[in-house]
């Protein structure tokens, strides 16, 4: 910690609501945070006195930080999720699932014929959702017993079709699609779905149990056997549902912290219903309330919104916190701390899951910490790096030179960056050159940073190149040209060689080494995004050849590849062999036939 920088620094901190920002010896944002009072706020890190451990831990880890003030505490809120969620600071509670996040049931009651389906993402867009689903009770699970009870179709077809697919024969769809119901019969079934989802469960337990009966009686008991499973699924959802609770719409939350670990959990009610808790651990390093409030304004950009919020503590503005929700969900929400009664115990349920969530997670996540943030660090001693925080790696993916195209992804912190991924068409070059394939993808990359893209302008702090000492040095000296200087190695597969650029021997660590791991993973998810892409682009080209045959489209294209493997193999099969194919029809197999062989 630079003492008498930040000393100085605090000396200018306005007494006025802000966010601000710690960064370590390197640059890195590892806390974000917001206050009512930036300079009282801020000062409270840097006392001499007591703290908590996991605060003390990110302090001695300061050696800078930034603020931004801003007119309200409700705008600091607002602010403070989103730099959260897009630097994924060390220190804050970050949303992650310990059980992966729940998933969503839609059903857009604006469509003439709605049908459900199965989402991650909430948006504004006028639907319903019902969930989260998860852990013991899949939200895939829930919806094979709304195809089985009610019919409610779940493929996304707007427009009439031909013909009725296999759902309808075999009783899951009523296919409307077909006009074999009319509007007012299916909208019934919708409406008898969406009641379904809200806690009645009556009707489809008495349905089920019938049909269960009947396939029975007819000796089906494949068939009776899946309908016992879905009854279990629907035993699941009666105990979930509390009779005696007027509770239709809110969400309990109890954060929790041994002093180095924390936790949140969240325990969701909808329609009297109490869906699958969810927890989330972290080592977040703020005080009091501050976590927990930080926490709900990243929850709630990715969930829903109830009527109802009720928290386990008591030094949360929730007026505040109500008006920040209140504007996100665009209706009222109140935020409240029970003090007694079934709401209260429903918050000391929520602590108690919080707090096994940190015993239960303490050793993976500090396993978790040694191959990510650990691994960073380790690399750094390793290579004699200032910084491993953002490690770029490019892969080239092609056949015989056709097809050509290159992936470049992106760790930070240890762990995937998706959303930074980017896939390159290579524009240049011909035939199979690996070394200047890669020197146009490098090359269109700085430029872009060098323009100011916005997209590119973060630049790495490491670049990993799959290959030995050639590529590596052939790829280096497109980037110097470029006018750059990034720290760049190359990873050989054979013996696991890093190669650096200022030595002619290579660096050897240990097989077990949580850096070396840390470059595999890189490399091998350049690999993987690469021969994706470059499978995806050699599909659509085929496909795209094939479709000119008259009678060929997307459908019948994609079932004679998969047959067949390729569209050289499928020019010279003999008609009786394309007649014979799965799915193919006559005309359409001589169509073929004559195409590849010029005739009319």
Same mark, same amino acid.
């Given at each position: ?40 706020? @801020? ?98 699970? @829930? ?37 074999? @119901?009319?509007?007012?019969? %299916? ?92 927890? %989330? ?93 650990? #691994? ?6 390793? $290579? ?74 973060? $630049? ?31 990873? #050989? ?39 994706? %892409? ?57 169509? @073929? ?8």
């Amino acid at each position: 910690m630079n003492s008498a920088k930040i000393e100085s620094r605090i000396k200018d901190l306005p007494e006025k609501p802000g966010v601000y920002i710690m960064k370590d010896a390197r640059g890195n944002i590892i806390y974000v945070g917001k206050a009512v009072i930036l300079k009282r706020r @801020v000062t409270q890190y840097f006392r001499n006195s007591p703290k908590p451990e996991k605060v003390q831990a990110m302090v001695d880890n300061v050696d800078d930080f930034e603020y931004i003030v801003t007119l309200s505490e409700a705008d600091a809120l607002v602010l403070e999720a989103t730099l959260i969620k897009k630097h994924m600071p060390r220190y804050n509670i970050l949303l992650k699932d310990d059980k992966g996040q729940g998933t969503y049931i839609r059903m857009d009651l604006k469509e003439k014929f709605p049908n459900v389906e199965i989402t991650r993402k909430i948006k504004k867009d006028g639907a319903k959702y019902f969930g989260p689903f998860g852990g013991g009770l899949s939200a895939k699970a @829930v919806v094979k017993v709304i195809k089985t009870v009610y019919g409610v179709r779940t493929c996304p077809r707007k427009t009439k079709q031909p013909r009725e697919c296999l759902d309808w024969h075999i009783g899951l769809c009523l296919a409307p699609c077909t006009s074999r @119901v009319t509007e007012e019969e %299916y909208r019934r079934a919708v409406r008898s779905a969406a009641e379904f989802l809200n806690g009645h469960i009556s009707l489809a337990e008495s349905v089920m149990s019938e049909k269960m009966r009947k396939a029975a009686e007819a000796e089906d008991y494949e068939r009776a056997i899946e309908y016992r499973d879905l009854l279990a699924i629907l035993k699941k959802l009666d105990e979930r549902t509390l009779a005696d609770l007027s509770i239709k719409d809110a969400d309990f939350f109890a954060y929790v912290t041994d002093g180095i670990r924390s936790a949140v959990s969240v325990m969701p009610v909808r329609g009297n219903k109490l869906f699958p808790n969810g927890n %989330y651990p972290s080592a977040d390093a703020s005080f009091g309330g501050d976590a927990l409030t930080s926490f709900l304004m990243q929850y709630y950009g990715e969930h829903p919104v109830p009527s109802e919020v009720y928290v386990n503590l008591g030094d949360i503005d929730v007026e505040v916190l109500g008006k920040c929700l209140s504007d996100i969900k665009g209706g009222s929400v109140k935020v409240r701390v029970p003090q007694k009664g079934q709401k209260r115990d429903l918050i000391k349920t929520a602590e108690e899951n919080a707090r096994e969530c940190i015993e239960k997670t303490a050793d993976r996540e500090l396993r978790l910490r040694e191959q990510t943030f650990g #691994a960073c660090d380790m690399l750094c001693k390793r $290579l004699g790096l200032a910084n491993a925080r953002r490690i770029e790696c490019y892969d080239i993916s092609h056949i015989s030179g056709t097809d050509k195209v290159a992936s470049g992804v992106c760790f930070i912190n240890g762990s995937k960056a998706s959303g930074e991924y980017r896939r390159y068409k290579i524009k240049t070059v011909e035939g199979n050159d690996d070394f200047h394939c890669m020197a146009e993808v490098l090359s269109r990359r700085l430029a872009r940073a060098a323009e100011g893209d916005g997209k590119f302008a973060e $630049l790495p702090d490491l670049i990993v190149i799959d290959g030995g000492k050639g590529q590596l040095h052939a790829a280096y000296a497109v980037m110097k040209e470029a006018g750059f200087d990034i720290p760049m190695v190359g990873l #050989a597969k054979r013996e696991e060689e890093i190669f650096t650029t200022s030595s002619s021997e290579p660096v050897i660590l240990s097989r077990d080494s949580a850096a070396l791991k840390l470059l595999q993973r890189v490399r091998d998810e350049a690999h993987r995004f690469a021969i994706t %892409y470059h499978r995806n682009t050699r599909m659509k080209r085929i496909n795209t050849e094939l479709i000119k045959v008259p009678g060929v489209g997307e459908k019948k294209s994609k079932l004679l590849l998969k047959a067949y493997g390729s569209v050289a193999r499928i020019k010279e099969l003999p008609l009786e062999a394309l007649e014979t194919t799965a799915g193919m029809d006559k005309p359409t197999a001589l169509a @073929v036939y004559r195409y590849f062989r010029g005739e009319e």
